[in-house]
């Protein structure tokens, strides 16, 4: 009798898995500085949406008051050798990889002194010099390219990685498995984050999503994935730095899903009447990365709420200084329009 395929074939190997992330044990130093950088990207972004409704930003603008700890947590795991991309809620990802609020403001205002001259504005920032590669506003072709970004570090063996985001709505597209697959194959330096908001562009991820635990989606292609509160920094950082270790010992890809949420709509033209004012006070009330911080800083005796208030009126006094500069800053020259611009021909 014929043997059956099952029992002909060999058992599989044990996979190997990335160590249980850690809440980070974080220094008073680290503390202050986590909290001043999600403080400074909250109130960045406040100002935009005032900007924004009195006509000052125009196009879309997609806002990232709620996911700060996703981004400052990250960011602070990685070298100056590493590359980061992202979609178009780019703008708190900008001020995490260290680029001038100034510079980013003025781009949101369409300005020549804007990150990439005024010609990006909201939803393609851009600086090869910060490691940052965008920006990208068509929904997850940020993730092709990020595993593009990981073969480059590959194959020219600088030790940089990658640090590809994408939202949840992003992670049912085709693209993002074709890139699991080939970076696995290839064992690319790649870090996977979904930022999974929970809504997408106005769908909940439960409604969408047959396999809503996002970070098994890698497990056919034998990415392996671990599930992150990403409303808690000290939580990403901790996930942050598991994931760095593997990238950089070789292993490949791995997948990180963020569990956050943003408070306001998926853009400035969005009511977000698909969930409650109820659900997004809750939210706030119990979860905010922000308030979370504030509380460790406090328990840890890293500062008292004077101190807290120094830093907030700092904050305030940058994004301030970043509004003026970006309002008075001038537009870009009117042959600006055929620079940077790749021209092709056809035979």
Same mark, same amino acid.
């Given at each position: 009798?014929?043997?059956?395929?099952?029992?002909?074939?060999?058992?599989?190997?044990?996979?190997?898995?990335?160590?249980?992330?850690?809440?980070?044990?974080?220094?008073?130093?680290? =503390?202050?500085?986590?909290?001043?950088?999600?403080?400074? &990207?909250?109130?960045? @972004?406040?100002?935009?949406?005032?900007?924004?409704?009195?006509?000052?930003?125009?196009?879309?603008?997609?806002?990232?008051?709620?996911?700060?700890?996703?981004?400052?947590?990250?960011?602070?795991?990685?070298?100056?050798?590493?590359?980061?991309?992202?979609?178009?809620?780019?703008?708190?990802?900008? &001020?995490?990889?260290?680029?001038?609020?100034?510079?980013?403001?003025?781009? =949101?205002?369409?300005?020549?002194?804007?990150?990439?001259?005024?010609?990006?504005?909201?939803?393609?920032?851009?600086?090869?010099?910060?490691?940052?590669?965008?920006?990208?506003?068509?929904?997850?072709?940020?993730?092709?390219?990020?595993?593009?970004?990981?073969?480059?570090?590959? #194959?020219?063996?600088?030790?940089?990685?990658?640090?590809? #985001?994408?939202?949840?709505?992003?992670?049912?597209?085709?693209?993002?498995?074709?890139?699991?697959?080939?970076?696995?194959?290839?064992?690319?330096?790649?870090?996977?984050?979904?930022?999974?908001?929970?809504?997408?562009?106005?769908?909940?991820?439960?409604?969408?999503?047959?396999?809503?635990?996002?970070?098994?989606?890698?497990?056919?292609?034998?990415?392996?994935?671990?599930?992150?509160?990403?409303?808690?920094?000290?939580?990403?950082?901790?996930?942050?730095?598991?994931?760095?270790?593997?990238?950089?010992?070789?292993?490949?890809? &791995?997948? =990180? @899903?963020?569990?956050?949420?943003?408070?306001?709509?998926?853009?400035?033209?969005?009511?977000?009447?698909?969930?409650?004012?109820?659900?997004?006070?809750?939210?706030?009330?119990?979860?905010?990365?922000?308030?979370?911080?504030?509380?460790?800083?406090?328990?840890?005796?890293?500062? /008292?709420?004077?101190?807290?208030?120094? &830093?907030?009126?700092?904050?305030?006094?940058?994004?301030?200084?970043?509004?003026?500069?970006?309002?008075?800053?001038?537009?870009?020259?009117? /042959?600006? =329009?055929?620079?940077?611009?790749?021209?092709?021909?056809?035979?």
């Amino acid at each position: 009798m014929a043997k059956s395929a099952a029992a002909a074939s060999p058992p599989s190997p044990v996979r190997e898995r990335p160590a249980e992330p850690k809440r980070y044990s974080a220094s008073n130093d680290d =503390l202050l500085a986590f909290y001043r950088e999600m403080l400074l &990207i909250r109130r960045f @972004e406040e100002r935009a949406g005032q900007m924004y409704g009195m006509g000052l930003i125009g196009g879309f603008c997609h806002l990232y008051i709620g996911q700060e700890a996703v981004v400052t947590g990250v960011q602070s795991a990685l070298a100056k050798t590493d590359s980061v991309i992202t979609g178009y809620r780019d703008h708190g990802h900008m &001020i995490a990889a260290g680029i001038d609020p100034r510079a980013v403001m003025a781009e =949101l205002t369409g300005r020549a002194a804007g990150i990439s001259k005024g010609k990006g504005g909201s939803m393609h920032m851009f600086s090869v010099e910060h490691g940052f590669y965008g920006g990208h506003g068509i929904v997850a072709a940020q993730v092709p390219l990020g595993t593009g970004l990981g073969f480059a570090h590959k #194959y020219k063996g600088d030790g940089g990685l990658a640090v590809t #985001y994408f939202g949840d709505g992003a992670a049912n597209q085709g693209q993002v498995y074709e890139s699991f697959n080939m970076a696995e194959l290839w064992k690319l330096p790649v870090i996977y984050v979904i930022e999974n908001n929970q809504y997408a562009m106005g769908t909940s991820v439960n409604r969408s999503s047959s396999e809503d635990q996002l970070y098994r989606r890698g497990e056919s292609f034998r990415v392996p994935g671990i599930q992150v509160d990403g409303m808690d920094v000290l939580a990403v950082r901790g996930a942050a730095d598991v994931a760095v270790e593997w990238v950089r010992a070789g292993k490949g890809p &791995i997948l =990180l @899903e963020m569990k956050t949420y943003r408070y306001r709509g998926h853009s400035m033209s969005d009511p977000a009447k698909y969930r409650s004012r109820e659900e997004v006070a809750a939210m706030r009330e119990r979860s905010d990365p922000i308030e979370h911080c504030k509380k460790d800083i406090l328990a840890a005796g890293a500062a /008292d709420e004077a101190k807290l208030k120094t &830093i907030e009126q700092e904050v305030r006094a940058v994004v301030a200084d970043a509004a003026d500069f970006a309002e008075s800053a001038p537009e870009p020259a009117a /042959d600006e =329009l055929f620079t940077d611009v790749l021209v092709g021909t056809y035979a």
